[in-house]
């Protein structure tokens, strides 16, 4: 009899001593994440203004500096974080020229090429820091031709001139940027038979209509004197490495047989600001130019030519094989640790990148503390987390490309899911892209996050919006760092950001993207955009969603 009560007594023991000491349910760690008690928007803020105070293209002493806070953020985190630097093909502009011959009496023009600074800019110290206006791989040479006006320079705008009997062979065209990738633009131009380009930003597209409209930093439209620069790289990873790992000592292609690749131009370009685009625009005669391929309000007529206008087109680059950095940081699995779910961001931008790519960068680094605070108390994540900060996406996802390739078959077969943040905050509004399997899986995380800019809904509602059905685009080209996942190895992967596309270069391109006022309503929408990025994370670890 008593052996009998004395074991019930260890039974009731031990189950009290279960319901004291068995760990939370991943449902608590759950909540507790998703909502505000983790962290404010001081840190995260903290991270946006490090990471931009200067400019650091790829392959810069600055942008080295960047990774050497990243590398600090992610070990203060407990993780095991570390560099995977490679050895690729980088090119800088060394000197560029453009001059425009006018008929007479008008004389000619020598643009000066320069991206004005704002009246007040806080950051004008370091403006000098800015590479020049240039076209990453662009081909050196010095071109002098008639100029053309091409529209966006699609394949349909060259039969267009084409049955208009315009004769592009010889000439330098002029077109303007939106439509179809830059490097796009300059190799339709080379099989038209062109021999050179310069593309510009017109007012239409990125400076507000005309008009009375009012550009940074007043507006959010690209001022006159504003510059879409980038790579026309038509390819992906280092040029001279194609489809192996470009490590120190490695094989490479010599800069020939890249030219034979057809991946880079084989004709000079040049980027222009909107203002010059429209003075050249202004020299062009011949034909009136269809009405949908006219400018806005208060632009000048435009015409097809040839000519009479005649460019000058100068551009000499400089190559080298240059050092990128990529920082890993890895939080080991408890039940399913072969099992990879990778978040990955770039970090080297054209100029200081306050949107496009350390909004997301900041973004990153906030979600790696955060999930160490929930280590702290105990949590624990399912699934591998692999957090990554890629270099020299700009030049054509070179960080990313080159790790995927080192890494092909350890990711094809362990790699859950890659969710890639990017430009993550230009303003308000929800959007993603997405492979299939991860369509329900967004759906259900943006119904659980409030909206950032309204409190009475769900990030999900206002996505949704009248539509009735959240519209999830399909990742398709090179657009950002998910392309060597999806294309390469077939890796399920999300691309997710708030506000859609930045109309203006200067958030971008330029130091007028360094405005203490964007930065801070950048902050405030970011806190939705960190906890919506986190919470796939969570979702993915704690959901079978792949059935594995």
């Not at 939080?331 to 961001?345: A, K, M, Q, S």
Request: net charge negative; aromatic share 10%.
């Amino acid at each position: 009899m008593f052996k009998a009560i004395a074991a019930t007594f260890l039974a009731i023991a031990t189950s009290f001593s279960i319901l004291l000491f068995s760990p939370p349910p991943k449902s608590y760690y759950h909540s507790l994440f998703i909502s505000d008690s983790l962290s404010d928007n001081v840190s995260i803020s903290h991270h946006l203004y490090t990471l931009t105070r200067r400019p650091h293209v790829a392959g810069s002493q600055a942008n080295a500096e960047a990774a050497a806070y990243v590398l600090s953020t992610l070990s203060s985190c407990n993780m095991q974080a570390h560099i995977v630097s490679y050895e690729v093909l980088l090119t800088y502009p060394a000197s560029r020229s453009l001059t425009l011959t006018r008929p007479p009496p008008e004389p000619p023009i020598t643009f000066d090429l320069k991206q004005e600074i704002y009246d007040g800019d806080p950051y004008a110290d370091v403006a000098n820091e800015v590479l020049p206006t240039s076209h990453a791989y662009a081909k050196s040479g010095s071109v002098t031709g008639a100029v053309v006006y091409v529209n966006y320079g699609r394949l349909e705008d060259y039969d267009t001139l084409k049955e208009m009997g315009v004769n592009v062979t010889g000439t330098i065209v002029l077109a303007r940027y939106g439509q179809i990738y830059r490097g796009d633009i300059v190799m339709n131009a080379f099989d038209a038979g062109a021999i050179g380009a310069l593309v510009y930003t017109d007012r239409k597209d990125y400076g507000g209509g005309g008009g009375d409209a009012k550009w940074f930093p007043d507006d959010k439209w690209m001022p006159p004197t504003g510059v879409q620069v980038g790579t026309v790289y038509n390819g992906s990873g280092d040029p001279t490495t194609p489809g192996w790992a470009s490590t120190q000592g490695c094989e490479r292609l010599s800069v020939e047989e890249v030219e034979r690749s057809g991946d880079v131009p084989l004709i000079p370009s040049l980027p222009i600001s909107g203002a010059d685009g429209e003075t050249i625009l202004r020299s062009i005669g011949g034909q009136i130019a269809k009405d949908d391929w006219q400018g806005s309000n208060g632009a000048p007529t435009y015409k097809l030519g040839p000519g009479p206008g005649v460019v000058n087109l100068n551009y000499n680059g400089k190559q080298v094989i240059a050092t990128i950095q990529n920082v890993i940081g890895v939080i080991e699995g408890v039940e399913e640790p072969d099992r990879f779910v990778i978040l990955g961001n770039h970090r080297d931008a054209w100029t200081f990148g306050a949107v496009d790519p350390n909004s997301g960068t900041a973004a990153l680094l906030e979600v790696a503390q955060r999930l160490w605070k929930l280590q702290r108390i105990g949590w624990k994540p399912r699934r591998t987390i692999i957090l990554c900060n890629w270099d020299a996406e700009e030049y054509g996802l070179t960080g990313s490309t080159e790790w995927v390739e080192e890494n092909r078959e350890l990711l094809a077969s362990r790699a859950v899911a890659y969710l890639n943040v990017d430009c993550a905050v230009s303003g308000a509004g929800f959007h993603a892209a997405a492979t299939p399997q991860l369509d329900e899986l967004l759906k259900q995380a943006a119904q659980q996050i409030q909206d950032p800019d309204n409190s009475s809904q769900t990030i999900y509602e206002q996505w949704v919006g009248s539509t009735h059905s959240p519209v999830i685009g399909r990742l398709g080209g090179a657009g950002s760092d998910y392309a060597a996942f999806v294309q390469h190895i077939g890796v399920p992967a999300a691309d997710m950001l708030f506000g859609g596309g930045t109309p203006h270069a200067s958030l971008k391109n330029k130091s007028h993207c360094k405005d203490t006022q964007y930065i801070i309503q950048c902050m405030m929408t970011l806190s939705g955009w960190k906890i919506l990025v986190t919470q796939c994370f969570i979702d993915m670890l704690q959901w079978q969603v792949f059935g594995v």
